[in-house]
């Protein structure tokens, strides 16, 4: 049953959601808890707070605001945070995907363009603008609108991801045991390796859960760096020599994973992006938040 599961996903027979509710039965085999948690979780959908949503899920998604000022004029400008308001980046860019796989795996196929957009209801609109609250009353300007940019490439790697991290949960635990269909054999040695597949192959190494000593099983790219094609890329965005140094450092200092690199990155690239808007190059800005927002 495993076998032909992982053969069946592996080469695109069924969709992700089949796979993951095909996946149910051997959870209910092994009887782990996590595995369980993590199935349901994907097929009907995550709560918004939920502290075990994991980082594939929370996607860099920036936000614009409309504003409308006297005569009828309007202006859309993106959300730009300084470095005294970096705290907030994390609210403000990075959107939670709580959608079941299924209806994501379905808006992916239902959009005709690279990017969607989610229009921001009006709690979170008036939040967001109190950031200009001086450039508005300054210029009589009121902002009334927001939506958040979702890249279509986003929600096919959440898709990728999942997919990927069913198919070496799968693999890991038919090589642990490879009598997994008929003769697995339920004991605490048993239940220590079957958890440690589960968690490091879902959560990582860094996952937020109490994971039992055992045999451990490291997810492979945890901690990698920004590789030399990414630095190529953001060259061809615009992207200066100082800035990639700045950012290189940042990425050696604060590797993939660890606490505290979201909140430089962004920092990072709202000085790039505020001072590629000041030499008036607008055109790459949206692609550089969307690259950089994934190597996050």
Known sequence: ???????????????????LTRAKL???QIKNDTFKSWLNKELNGYDYEDPLMPEYRKIWAEIHLTAEFPFGRTQSFPVVLSDEQRDLGELLNHHRVVEPIAIVEQNIGQMTEAKA????????????????KDQMQQYQGVIRSGQRTIGKAQLTNIVEL???KLIDTLQDLEEQFPDLDNKYVMNEENDKKAQNIITNNIYGNNNPLNVAAGENITQGDINLTINAQEVEKLKELGVDDVALEELQTIDKENPKGSEGRKGKVA????RVTASMTAKGLYENIPELVEF???LM
């Open 1 to 19: 049953m495993i076998n032909e599961l992982i053969t069946d996903i592996a080469y695109d027979k069924i969709t992700v959601s089949q796979g």
């Open 26 to 28: 051997i959870a209910r």
């Open 117 to 132: 957009y989610i229009h921001l209801n009006g709690g979170m609109v008036q939040t967001v603008s109190e950031l200009y």
């Open 162 to 164: 999942t997919k990927q």
């Open 267 to 270: 920092s990072w690239l709202g």
């Open 292 to 294: 950089v927002g994934n």
